[in-house]
């Protein structure tokens, strides 16, 4: 799928998109055009069915301006009551960035935290629910990115629902390619962003809120800009944003979206990612490499491979050689373990996997080091 002159980023986000997803941005927006106006309703709606659910039932999408970190934020200050009690499932940075989010912001939180290599202990959390009554709401990351390992989404929905628990999931790094229905997990918001498995620009996030919880949040949220309540409803009012809206990105996402459903939506966005993975830890492990997490417990969206040994390897050097070869790779961001990541999601199919993998033995060979 190469068609430029740019690498493939084989990274959590941005990642590579597609020319037609780029072509879409060549043009200019009021924030009041009709056509405009249309636009950010068709993107809500579009928003709406990747999450299983339609315009006009219990849910409602809500659009914000900014990275994904802004519409997390925005969803734990603007849903969490000041006397509630957010519990935040945490296995990795972006966890920890959420219980951050809710100290900065003055939100009694507790934090659950298992080891990076380890999926939400789920016996751990039933009694965690059980023992604290002041717990109002809970926080799941779905994937978490710091390693790439898959959360028990389900599990988790049933034992918050079970506990009577408002759910707020962050799925920035899955939603789009793996299978998340909210009305019938259930959870009150899923969170993400633009720029990750629907493969759009970055500029934009979003929360599916159930409307119920949405109207009860007005003035919760302690700042202007990121207020959802007051952002839902001028947008519901006007049909358009508060504050400048990402007029471009909206339009590549619009596009993007219009493309996850010719390619037959989650389960054919999912399908292809699999793919993609499966071809990265073949060629891979094919090579001498080790993955951080067990299959099981693996997305197919991003691998952590272990860093080799050899005191030949250092990622900066491997890092340039591989992007001179057209492969942006990410860094590791484990605590513990040195680490690399590759990303399996954006517009890359199982071929410019398998030249990946190939470049990656290339510059093996280069730098002369061996994995043992
Ligand atoms: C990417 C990501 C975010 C948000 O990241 P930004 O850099 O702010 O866009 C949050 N949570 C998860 C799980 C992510 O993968």
């Known amino acids: 799928m190469t068609d430029q002159n740019s690498p493939l980023l084989l990274t959590p986000g941005p990642l590579t998109t597609a020319p037609e997803t780029r072509d879409a941005m060549l043009r200019d927006w009021g924030s009041r055009d009709t056509a405009f106006i249309e636009l950010t309703a068709r ?52 966890g920890e960035r959420a219980a951050k989010i809710c100290a900065l912001a003055g939100r009694a939180h507790a934090v ?29 990351v779905h994937c978490e990115t710091t390693s790439g390992i898959l959360n028990p989404l389900e599990e988790t929905a049933a034992i918050a629902a079970a506990h009577g628990t408002s759910l707020i999931v962050d799925a920035m790094s899955s939603f789009g390619a793996l299978p998340l229905d909210i009305a019938a997990l259930p959870a009150d918001a899923v969170v993400a ?19 119920s919880v949405l109207e009860g949040s007005a003035g919760n949220a302690g700042t202007l800009s990121l207020d959802l309540h007051d952002q839902w409803t001028y947008m519901e009012k006007s ?38 993975c499966d071809v990265l830890l073949e060629g891979m492990r094919a090579l001498g490499f080790e993955t951080y997490l067990g299959d099981n ?24 050689r591989l992007h001179d070869r057209g492969f942006a790779i990410y860094p590791g961001k484990l605590t513990k373990a040195p680490s690399f990541r590759i990303g399996c999601i954006g517009h890359l199919d199982a071929s410019d996997m398998a030249r990946a993998v190939a470049a990656v033995g290339a510059v093996m060979d280069e730098m002369g080091f061996r994995l043992t």
């Open 239 to 276: 049909g358009q944003w508060r504050f400048t809206p990402p007029t471009h990105v909206l339009a590549a996402l619009d596009e993007a979206l219009a493309r996850h459903e010719a390619e037959g939506s989650v389960a054919g966005r999912g399908a292809r990612y699999r793919r993609n």
């Open 297 to 320: 417990v693996q997305a197919p969206i991003i691998v952590t491979f272990k860093e080799p040994a050899d005191p030949k390897y250092d990622f900066e050097e491997f890092y340039r």
């Open 43 to 94: 993107v809500r709606r579009r928003l709406l069915a990747v999450a299983g659910v339609e315009e006009g039932g219990d849910f409602t999408c809500v659009p914000l301006q900014g990275a994904g970190t802004f519409i997390i934020e925005a969803a734990i200050t603007s849903l969490v009551p000041t006397d509630g009690k957010l519990l935040v499932l945490v296995n990795g940075a972006y």
């Open 193 to 211: 962003s633009a720029n990750k498995c629907l493969e759009g620009v970055p500029g934009v996030g979003f929360a599916i809120v159930r409307t």
């Open 112 to 140: 659950l935290a298992d080891e990076e290599s380890a999926p939400t202990d789920t016996d751990a959390l039933e009694r965690a629910l059980a023992e604290d009554a002041d717990i109002t709401h809970l926080l799941i």
